[in-house]
Each structure stands twice: as structure tokens, then as C-alpha cells.
């Protein structure tokens, strides 16, 4: 099975091609350029790189979020656009999810830590957020301010995503030798992405893609006081 996968979650972005469950290349995509400006010419040539036709993928993937409005948009119509055009399924994966998949994958992840925060920027200082303990998620997606998520958490964990990147010294203030960090921090999403797609379509769903929805995610309500998850 050929899953052709697209992030644009970031402003860089990335595409992949994972193939039987294997990741085949990950592209990443040009920080200096636009989203739209990229595309389709980045997936192009992922596709010339590794000689493969788009009659020869069997499922696409998209990052449905969260992230920007309008990479959001850009990204999840150009994989509407080519799995209408070739009659394949399409896969929507939170942006969240996979960034949890490639800490729980990454080898220089510190070991006996189950427990994964995953932090995308937002706007005005704020991150969007999730917490992952052993591969499940702990509750809705969040976005807030990283002071905020830090005094809602417990225990050691480990910290991924450009958000995690750019607050690390808040990260350590807080949180000193119990906080732990993912290597690379902000990886590429797009293997990722690819990879559930496939093991979605190996279990056999078969998603429309008309069904794809961008992830919207709530901001928290510090008032609430949540106890700690």
C-alpha cells in the first residue's frame, strides 16, 4: 500500500510517501515561501524523486489541524482535490496525534516516560495543546497560554512540537528535571501523518474525502481550574 501524505499545520510544511507501512521520504517544504506557493509543485516532486505516478497511490493522508486557517485550507483542498481526482480515500490526522506518534517512535525519546505533551504554536504567545499516555490522548485538545497548560500537569513527561521549541526555558522554569524533550523537538509531521493514514486504510476504512474537516481546537478557561491530567 502507497499513502501519499501532506502537513501544513507549520509554515514550512512537509509531504511524505510511506509505503506498506514504511516510511519511504519525508520533504520537507521552504519556511521563506507561502503555503500555497508551494503547492502542488513540493508533492510533484516527492512524486519524481521516488518515480511513482499518482495512478500508483492507493490512500492519501492530510494534517487537518490545528494550525492556521489558511494552511489549513490550502493543504486539505489540494488532498481533496487529488483524492476526488483519483478516486482514493483520504485520511484526515490531527497535527496532535502525530507529533505524539513520532515521540512514542523517536529513539533519543528518554526512556520510562509513557506520558507526551505535544504543543503547537498559535497566535499571541498561546500553544495548542494535548497530553498522551501510552499512545491515548487525556482529554480534548486545548489552546492556551503555556504558563497556563504547565500548572494543569503532573509528573515527568516529554515535550514535542514547534511550540515545545520555542517555550523550552519556560518549560525548564517550571518544571526543571522532570520536564523532557523529543529529538528532533519540531520534526517534520508529514511520515506521521502518512503512517496512520495507512494503518486506517489497512483496517479497512475507507474515509470520503468530502468527509475532511479541519480540527478547531477551544481555548482553555483558566477560571475553570481543571484538577491536573
Not at 499545520?9 to 507561502?34: F, W, Y
Not at 505516478?53 to 489541524?65: C, H, M, N, P, S
Not at 494503518?199 to 478557561?221: K, M, T
Amino acid at each position: 500500500m502507497l499513502v501519499l501524505s501532506l502537513d501544513t499545520t507549520s509554515r514550512a510544511g512537509s509531504c511524505a510517501l510511506v509505503r506498506d507501512g514504511r516510511v519511504v521520504r519525508v520533504q520537507a517544504g521552504d519556511t521563506a515561501r507561502e503555503q500555497g506557493g508551494q503547492l502542488p509543485g513540493t508533492l510533484a516532486t516527492l512524486l519524481d524523486r521516488e518515480s511513482v505516478t499518482l495512478g500508483e497511490i492507493d490512500g492519501y493522508g492530510v494534517a487537518i489541524g490545528p494550525g492556521s486557517f489558511t494552511g489549513l485550507r490550502v493543504g486539505i483542498a489540494t488532498m481533496q482535490g487529488l483524492a476526488m481526482a483519483t478516486g482514493k480515500p483520504l485520511v484526515g490526522v490531527s497535527a496532535l496525534a502525530a507529533l505524539a506518534v513520532l515521540a512514542g517512535a523517536g529513539r533519543e525519546t528518554p526512556a520510562g516516560h509513557a506520558r507526551v505533551v505535544t504543543w503547537i504554536e498559535a497566535w499571541r504567545g498561546d500553544v495548542f495543546s494535548a497530553v498522551y499516555d501510552g499512545g491515548r490522548a487525556l482529554g480534548e485538545p486545548i489552546v492556551a497560554h503555556p504558563n497556563d497548560l504547565l500548572h494543569r500537569l503532573e509528573g515527568a513527561a516529554v515535550f514535542i512540537g514547534d511550540g515545545a521549541a520555542r517555550h523550552m526555558d519556560v518549560i525548564r522554569a517550571a518544571w526543571g528535571n522532570k520536564a523532557h524533550f523529543a529529538a528532533p523537538i519540531a520534526p517534520a509531521l508529514a511520515g506521521a501523518v502518512a503512517t496512520v493514514a495507512s494503518e486506517v486504510l489497512r483496517s479497512g476504512e475507507q474515509p470520503s474525502p468530502h468527509a475532511i474537516r479541519p480540527l478547531y481546537v477551544r481555548r482553555f478557561d483558566t477560571g475553570l481550574r481543571p484538577s491536573p491530567v
